[in-house]
């Protein structure tokens, strides 16, 4: 019987379409879902901006133990390695080559002709075979090129290391009957392929994708692409339970672990549909960024430092120094260190610079029947500059209205509040999480109130990235 893996395409689906805005603390759950529930592999997207794409991919690639972390790359020397580099931190990585080969695609999108393409992309694939022996050649808009100059691609691409190729129906026109034939015709035009994987992606513009995809595999594919959450191509929780149910009539049989299936798409859709992830800064996830984390006052520095960095955190000898200092005075009088404490100690112990930003003032209107809206005033080299925006509660609007001051979108890694004195005139601290440029910086607010705590945490953070910036 034929293992056929589906490949979550996701958050690549995500990007290109347009239909999801991911935070970067959303991917890593959806990651976490997929890894546990057995997908052959995840595709994540490449390399755009260098500093912030490689470390969103090295804590990807963190994560990833059971399946396939599969990375596209540019036809360029500097793009193959900067993503290789990013990846290589997964147990098992791949690289993927991709070009247009329908004769408009490759005349508007990949601006070469047909011979000059297929050199280019062979020299990538070639080029990423020396890094990796899993090196996957996707072939967009596939369905609508010439058999025969798919087949000349392919017998080029094989020739220097790919492993895999992938063709795809990115008309969404055909039935299951012309792609299980398309598919037939490749094979026989191409004899190559019966030695490598041959993987299909279908587009649902007709309502079939699902139909053609099980049809592909009827024709012979061994990976199918799907999304865990609904974006127009095949829906993996559907071809997943086609597969585990008509495993012994098709002959192949698919790895995800269906039992988990209903549970697992239900996380998906909870961290995906929510309107919180393309409207509110505030996600609201307050969890530990290092799961099972348990530090002592027996721990040195380097394994302090060592959970610190898995944090998103990038610290100077002198902010190191201080962050361990300030970890033995708290550990000397607990038993265990928690991630949430290690990360309000670096909040509160790195990078203490002159605030660029201080809080003048804040008036906060919130109620059951309408949104909330903050009012907030900063002070910056003694100007006052003030915001009013609305917010899924009272502080997502501050953190919108601190945004509109500054003038600049920064995204929100995480977030926590934690009572630090008992009684009903309780402390409460909060701790925000900014990504810029690639680099984490926390911030600390302390307050009886948990609106200011959190203010005050998130204008800590960026005086923090205001200070790099300028210096």
């Not at 990423?128 to 087949?151: G, K, N, S």
Request: glycine share 6%; proline share 2%.
């Amino acid at each position: 019987m034929r293992d056929i893996r589906v490949s979550d395409i996701t958050m690549r689906e995500a990007i290109a379409s347009k239909a999801l805005s991911l935070s970067f603390k959303e991917k890593l759950e959806i990651v976490k879902i997929l890894d546990r529930i057995g997908v052959g592999s995840i595709e994540v997207e490449g390399i755009e901006s260098s500093k912030v794409d490689s470390l969103r991919i090295k804590s990807i690639a963190s994560l990833v133990k059971n399946s396939t972390l599969a990375v596209p790359v540019k036809m360029d020397d500097d793009s193959i390695q900067a993503v290789w580099n990013a990846a290589k931190g997964a147990k098992h990585v791949r690289l993927q080559v991709e070009a247009a080969v329908s004769p408009s695609c490759m005349e508007y999108i990949q601006r070469k002709k047909a011979d000059t393409l297929i050199a280019d992309a062979a020299e990538a694939v070639a080029k990423c075979a020396q890094l990796t022996d899993d090196v996957e050649f996707v072939a967009i808009d596939a369905t609508r090129t010439d058999v025969a100059y798919l087949a000349r691609v392919i017998d080029a691409v094989v020739a220097v290391g790919a492993k895999t190729v992938t063709v795809c129906d990115a008309a969404g026109s055909m039935l299951p009957e012309e792609f299980a034939q398309f598919i037939a015709d490749l094979y026989q035009a191409t004899p190559q392929l019966k030695n490598i994987d041959l993987g299909i992606s279908c587009c649902n513009n007709l309502n079939m994708a699902d139909a053609c995809a099980v049809a592909g595999v009827m024709a012979g594919a061994s990976i199918v692409k799907a999304t865990s959450y609904p974006m127009g191509v095949v829906a993996l929780d559907n071809v997943a339970r086609i597969l585990a149910a008509k495993a012994d009539a098709l002959g192949a049989q698919s790895k995800v672990r269906v039992t988990e299936l209903k549970r697992a798409m239900n996380q998906i859709s909870r961290l995906c549909c929510d309107d919180r992830s393309k409207a509110s800064l505030f996600t609201g996830a307050v969890s530990e960024a290092v799961e099972g984390v348990v530090l002592t006052a027996g721990d040195d520095q380097a394994t302090v430092m060592q959970y610190v960095e898995r944090l998103g955190y990038s610290l100077s000898d002198e902010d190191a120094e201080a962050v361990f200092e300030a970890f033995k005075k708290i550990a000397a009088s607990k038993e265990r260190v928690s991630a949430t404490e290690l990360d309000a100690i670096v909040a509160s112990a790195a990078l203490q610079v002159p605030p660029t930003y201080t809080l003048d003032g804040y008036v906060i209107n919130s109620g059951l029947s309408f949104k909330a809206t903050s009012h907030i005033s900063l002070r910056k080299d003694g100007e006052l500059i003030e915001a009013v925006s609305l917010g899924d509660g009272p502080i997502d609007s501050s953190f919108k209205s601190i945004e509109s001051v500054v003038g600049k979108h920064y995204e929100l890694d995480d977030f926590s509040i934690q009572a630090v004195t008992e009684g009903r005139e309780a402390m409460g601290e909060s701790v925000v999480k900014l990504i810029a440029d690639g680099k984490v910086y926390s911030g600390r607010g302390i307050s009886t109130d948990i609106v200011e705590s959190s203010i005050r945490a998130y204008i800590s953070a960026l005086n923090k990235i205001a200070y790099e910036e300028q210096n």
